[in-house]
């Protein structure tokens, strides 16, 4: 299998230059050693779009997180991704936390972050969210934050590209990956494949990728977050995206809304974990994120919660910045590595760093004239009754709900199944129709999608998964009948 482009990993920073490069006369193969794209970081992360004031001005992280904040604006309306410009508020209270403020918004500044403004006085703070702690009387409010659903994003940026002439390869996780003259040779279990350029995306394993070639070499640190999920009951709690004043650890545990309605609280911080994709929520992580919400936004109903979950940043220490460019020694080797926060608000714009890096090495593509732009499919539930009435009319599945809580169609799931970039597990039906997402997390659709998988793709009983290859579902017969 020859490309001219290969990209290893196939989350957000993947899937964006696959993306770009897919505008472009060249062939390209997007790798993930998953069965599907956004199945690590990209997924299990806290949908922020982050305004740009943070990062160090003078960074390839400041820069790229304005770039991909007004990219995201323009995008997620065309692709149908469900977004919310809702704003943030980083808050404090004590003259520490307003000299850090202050700090932050001269950060903003310089990085060209636009509708910015310091809030003043408890009264004045309180006025924009209630539900604040009584004590917070400082704040930088960023009118170009909001919120946006990480795995949508993804997938629809893979499915434009994979809809333009791309390959997408899952469950084919590179073991091997050597210079073969002007080509690098990546032994995958799905064969070997061969492209003169290579991006490594890999997230928490790209100093494996990188440091199979040898030379420069570094190391990624993981660092878990954990969170809670709120039902929709509680996705007014706040309007905006809550940080607290950011210290060494981070930016803190932060309150949001969801672009779903949801509200989500978290993530802690931790560099002790196990090993790599350590994802399990553990009583101290879901203790500390309790507690330390509590200092921005009090009195949160956590018994309102419905579903825990963690993810896992790739971190490299004593680095403040993303590891962005060519392997020295390796010409056509490009790393994409480090890639923590803000880099699912800088998702679009690393496609365009891509190109930037090929044309710096004078290399030109062609762009295609006949570009097929496709918005994911909007959910049933969001249509007109007329054009809900005028779908079941012409498919009868788009009438049978399946989802309950979300209120999902058999209709939509066999547009999932059946798309050029397939679900292929109950969670990859989720990550694109919502189905599951709800508050009964997928007790009563989950049998139902585990059926239409079975009889869709034509899978015995212990052949369908509910996310990664081989996390089967059903094991074993206990009664007659499972085919």
């Known amino acids: 299998m020859t490309y001219d482009v290969a990209i290893i990993g196939a989350g957000v920073v993947g899937s964006s230059i696959a993306y770009v490069l897919s505008h472009y006369d060249v062939k390209v193969v997007l790798l993930d050693k998953e069965n599907d794209v956004s199945m690590k970081t990209s997924k299990a992360n806290s949908g922020i779009v982050h305004a740009g004031y943070d990062p160090k001005p003078g960074t390839k992280m400041a820069r790229l997180n304005v770039e991909g904040n007004a990219l995201i604006r323009e995008l997620a309306p065309k692709l149908n991704v ?32 636009p509708d910015m403004k310091i809030i003043k006085g408890k009264e004045e703070v309180h006025k924009l969210e209630p539900n604040l702690a009584p004590e917070i ?23 434009n590209a994979v809809v333009n002439g791309a390959t997408f390869l899952g469950d084919a996780e590179v073991s091997k990956i050597e210079k073969k003259g002007e080509m690098y040779r990546l032994t995958t279990a799905k064969g070997d494949v061969e492209a003169k350029y290579v991006f490594n995306c890999a997230g928490l394993n790209s100093d494996d990728i990188n440091n199979a070639l040898g030379m420069d070499s570094f190391s990624i640190t993981p660092c878990k977050g954990e969170y809670y999920l709120l039902d929709k009951s509680q996705g007014n709690l706040v309007s905006r995206v809550i940080f607290q004043t950011p210290s060494k650890m981070g930016k803190g545990v932060l309150v949001s809304p969801t672009c779903h309605g949801n509200l989500i609280v978290g993530p802690d911080a931790n560099l002790n974990v196990k090993y790599r994709e350590d994802v399990a929520n553990t009583l101290d992580g879901l203790k500390f994120v309790r507690d330390a919400s509590a200092r921005s936004v009090p009195n ?29 020694g390796m010409p056509g080797f490009f790393n994409f590595a480090g890639i923590k926060s803000p880099g699912l608000t800088c ?50 599945a788009y009438g049978q709900v399946i989802c309950r809580c979300e209120t999902i169609t058999l209709g939509e799931i066999l547009e999932a199944i059946h798309s050029p970039l397939p679900a292929v597990s109950i969670d ?19 049998p139902k999608v585990f059926d239409i998988l079975m009889k869709e793709n034509h899978l015995k009983f212990d052949e369908v998964y509910q996310d990664a290859t081989g996390s089967s579902i059903a094991v074993a017969e206990t009664k007659g009948g499972a085919k």
């Not at 714009?349 to 090929?358: K, S, T, V």
């Open 347 to 396: 998702g679009p714009a690393f496609g365009y760093e891509a190109i930037r890096l090929l044309k710096e090495k004078g290399i030109e593509f062609k762009e295609k004239d006949n570009y097929k732009f496709t918005p994911l499919p909007k959910y049933f539930k969001e249509l007109s009754k007329e054009e809900q009435e005028a779908m079941i009319k012409k498919n009868p």
């Open 82 to 113: 469900h977004f919310k410009q809702c704003g943030s508020l980083v808050v404090g209270a004590t003259p520490e936390d307003h000299k850090a403020i202050d700090t932050l918004y001269e950060r903003g500044l310089a990085n060209k972050v």
């Open 428 to 446: 990859g039906v989720k990550r694109r129709t919502n189905a599951g997402m709800g508050r009964c997390q997928g007790g009563f659709c989950g």
């Open 300 to 328: 949160i109903p956590f018994f309102e919660n419905i579903r825990n979950f963690a993810g896992e940043r790739a971190t490299i220490a004593e680095m403040d910045d993303f590891l962005i460019g060519e392997k020295e």
């Open 137 to 159: 009387d400082y704040a930088l409010y960023a009118g170009s934050a909001g919120v946006i659903a990480p795995w949508e994003l993804t997938y629809a940026m893979a499915l």
